[in-house]
């Protein structure tokens, strides 16, 4: 059966308005674009061209923008695809009751687990703080409190009428904090989090007592020529896109909160040796040297524009050591924690 023009922009228009794709996903099939389907409506002509439609914008645009498209039609084919590049692994934060805290027209989702000195854990972009499985369980053991927290948008949280920024969301932890009544809490953030708990160590009432930022970038330039293309998306973004529709309010929203944090990291504004200079939080800036994203190099000049720094580079792991050697990476954060100012304290820091 032919498609005609007029019923190719129609599917083109359901397709890139991220609404649901007809009927429910049950996917059997080893394949990404054309997983089997309970419903008759799945197997149409109209269906089998959307998903041609799908591959053929991987290969225009890339896998970032490509697979975001893909998984934001069937979070069911998302689950599926991260169930079979993953081996299972326990979600410590699957269970974890939180509550929410209105901000500027957004709900915020947090959680505290734990007693002791506060560590707030701060995710990438559409990622959750299920990112932060391998590392919650040895930082209660070891005697602090976490603070986890679901960015704008992000996991458990909602969205809110604005574009996502890193100020707003740096914003947002501030309402956070204020409203758990911490002062001066320790600050762990990654890639995208990093640079949100390096823009709070930078200005605002609330900074923290120290700041460990993993895989962060402070400037455009410091991005790898073709990140957007990087293999291992072909593995992570299926994971993050499971990881969204189990969590999020609206489980097809995967392909929005895509092209909101693209538009956000496009619209960053740099920020330069000047300003990194006036950061007197004790900070340790990490990364891999084989990052898929983030020049290494760059990593090195963070550590060197802010005052009394410490680098950490690991050999291997890329923008995903907290995943790939978690034993590893928990060892550094009890490291920097042992040696934070604050991080041995044993009571919560209060107003």
Known sequence: MEIQPRQKARATRRLFQRRRCPGPAQPQRRALFLPRCGAPACRTPERIWIMRRIAKHIVRRGLWHGLAAALACSPAMAQHEAEHQHPPRAIAGAKTQGSHVEVDGARIWYASIGHGAPVVLLHGGMASSRSWDGQVPALVAAGYRVILID????????????????????????????????????????????????????????????????????????????????????????????????????PNGFGRLAEATRAMQAAQQDIGPAQLATIRTAVTIAGAEDDEFILPAHFRALAGAIPSARLELFPTGGHFVPWKMPDRFNRSLLTFLAHAPCGRRREALQR
Do not use: Q
């Open 151 to 250: 960015s704008r948008g992000h996991g458990r949280s909602t969205l809110g009428p604005h574009p996502l920024r890193y100020e707003l969301l740096a914003d947002d932890v501030r309402a956070v904090l204020a409203h758990l009544h911490l002062v001066r809490p320790i600050v762990i953030g990654w890639s995208d989090g990093g640079i949100v708990a390096l823009m709070l160590a930078m200005r605002g009432n609330a900074r923290p007592c120290a700041v460990y930022a993993f895989g962060a970038n402070m400037d455009k330039a410091s991005v790898r020529p073709g990140a957007d293309d990087a293999p291992i998306l072909a593995t992570i973004v299926p994971r993050l896109a499971a990881d969204y529709a189990a969590l999020a309010p609206d």
